[in-house]
């Protein structure tokens, strides 16, 4: 009877023109009410649809898809997120901020999706990929295109093996091989690394995609050895515990390195051609909300710095941190939520058009929180109304992504050129008139001359590897990878270019004249 039912609510779909959400709902209503049920929800609508069209008993129609789809803006950047929990493990740090959760990866806590989900799985990485995969083609979301992020403690503390094992088992899920139980501390280091070099090699050819891979470290692991491994690991990108720029701040927080390691560190990654990523904190001892502010001023004014991405965490005051003694004698107090909301508005307008915005909290319960602004976990979503009500609009790339709107026919080639690390950064991008986003590139030119793409990023909505989009596989990407070889050839007499390219991405460069050279794509000029 609820297949009939489901089966009926699609085909109602089907005969609506110009179809909305609110048909939808409509349909689900008058046909549920006909059989005296409750309405199904949209997953089981979804499998049914998808069968209809198998069964040709239906035309696949995209708008249906649309409107069924759970979250959308899930894989509206042009790629799906998948995170990766490591396994419980010991910290090198220190930090009184930090929350301390037995059996749980430290600065993690119990009620975050993605510790709940790596619980439940046991910190297995394949169980948490494959899971995740699932999860996001039974919602609706073309997950072809994996953006993987491993997240957890400083993965560059953990024990070697574990963390080839570890890479090796995520690509393995993405590649569909049918799950078997191993260990790798009966492994050797040699043996491993050919396991996850063959891995890799399916993964460029295969159906889900790794297109990038990002870890978590903090500034004091970086170095060039560890940065060359994580290449070799398949990483493109490197998000660091910065936390904080000021050097009381850190000393307070008992953080265990100094600004010069930042430095120092954004410089190797960017030299190697990773995106970088900071985590910065808000509201931490010894600072304030000019503090702050200034803080991010700096960060895009002093060439040490200019980070990609940013996650902006403001810090949540919880009962297991060293922080919350200092709470309760009254020497620490967090900011308000009006305070909070005001001062990331006034970070959000510092923020240049090169710099893209992941996050702006964390998922931690807001019954853990003890006090503060931290506790709206909907703080994204009430920034952005303010500021739409105040008519201006934040330049940075999330901001300006293009996601589902209505595309322009008329795209403006623009160029931004900035110095960062004693090197050349120039960022070109697709944009339409009103600044929307569509597609992206960063290319640096290094101190000594050589020059790599860092990054190549085309937006909307994730579509399958060999389908075209309304703004996806519609050659922007490989427009800007031309232009940015006329530069680079042109600009600074350059021989080649290297590319750090996704495992996944390495057959579209072979296409375009690129070959794998020690884990980056090059070509000879």
């Known amino acids: 009877m609820h297949k009939n039912i489901n089966e009926e ?9 110009d179809l909305t959400s609110e048909d939808l709902a409509c349909a689900k209503r008058k046909i549920c009410k006909k059989y005296q049920t409750a309405c199904p929800n949209n997953i089981n609508l979804l499998k049914v649809y998808h069968n209809l069209v198998k069964n040709k008993s239906i035309k696949e129609n995209q708008i249906i898809e649309n409107i069924l789809k759970i979250r959308p803006i899930r894989s509206l950047s042009g790629v799906v997120n998948v995170s990766v929990l490591t396994k419980p493990y010991k910290c090198p740090g220190k930090c009184t901020f930090c929350p301390n959760e037995k059996d749980i990866p430290k600065s993690y806590m119990s009620g975050e999706p993605a510790v709940e989900r790596a619980k439940r799985l046991r910190y297995n990485p394949y169980f948490q990929v494959r899971r995740r995969i699932d999860v996001l083609e039974s919602t609706g979301h073309n997950a072809e295109k994996i953006d993987l992020r491993v997240i957890g403690g400083t993965w560059s503390y953990y024990n070697k093996k574990y963390r080839i094992w570890f890479a090796k088992r995520c690509f393995d899920a993405a590649n569909g091989k049918e799950y078997v139980r191993e260990s790798f501390s009966n492994k050797t280091i040699k043996s491993l690394w050919k396991e996850l070099e063959i891995a890799q090699r399916l993964n460029e050819t295969t159906k889900y995609r790794i297109v990038g891979f990002s870890f978590e470290t903090r500034p004091d692991y970086v170095t060039r050895k560890e940065v060359h491994e994580m290449r070799k690991l398949g990483a493109t990108k490197i998000e660091i515990g910065v936390q904080s720029i000021y050097e009381d701040v850190l000393q307070k927080t008992k953080r265990g390195h100094d600004v010069e390691t930042t430095i120092k560190a954004t410089k190797i990654l960017k030299n190697a051609g990773f ?92 019954p853990l929180i003890v006090e503060g602004g931290a506790k709206a976990s909907n703080l994204r979503q009430i920034i952005d109304r303010e500021i739409k009500k105040e008519g201006w609009k934040c330049k940075c790339i999330r901001c300006r992504e293009i996601k589902n709107l209505a595309q322009e026919k008329e795209l403006r080639l623009m160029r931004e050129d900035y110095a960062a690390q004693n090197g050349k950064e120039i960022f070109l991008s697709f944009e339409d008139n009103n600044r929307s986003l569509y597609s992206m590139l960063r290319l640096r030119i290094n101190p000594n001359k050589t020059t790599i793409i860092r990054e190549v990023h085309t937006y909307g909505e994730a579509k399958k590897i060999q389908e075209k989009g309304s703004v996806q596989h519609r050659g922007l990407g490989k427009a800007l990878i031309a232009e940015a070889e006329k530069i680079a050839k042109n600009e600074f007499s350059a021989k080649k270019l290297s590319v750090i390219s996704g495992v996944g991405v390495r057959d579209y460069y072979r296409k375009l004249g690129y070959n794998l050279e020690d884990y980056y794509m090059v070509k000879i000029f």
């Open 275 to 366: 995106k970088v990523s900071y985590q910065i904190m808000l509201n931490l001892p010894l600072s304030n909300k000019k503090r702050d502010l200034e803080m991010f001023k700096e960060l895009f004014s002093n060439e040490n710095f200019k980070p990609d991405y940013l996650k902006i965490y403001p810090l949540a005051l919880v009962k297991n941190s060293k922080l919350y003694s200092d709470y309760k004698k009254g020497n620490y107090k967090p900011y308000t939520e009006r305070e909070l909301i005001d001062l990331i508005k006034d970070i959000k307008k510092q923020i240049p058009c090169y710099v893209r915005i992941e996050r702006i909290i964390r998922d931690i319960p807001a």
């Open 9 to 17: 609510i699609i085909k109602e779909l089907t005969l609506k023109k």
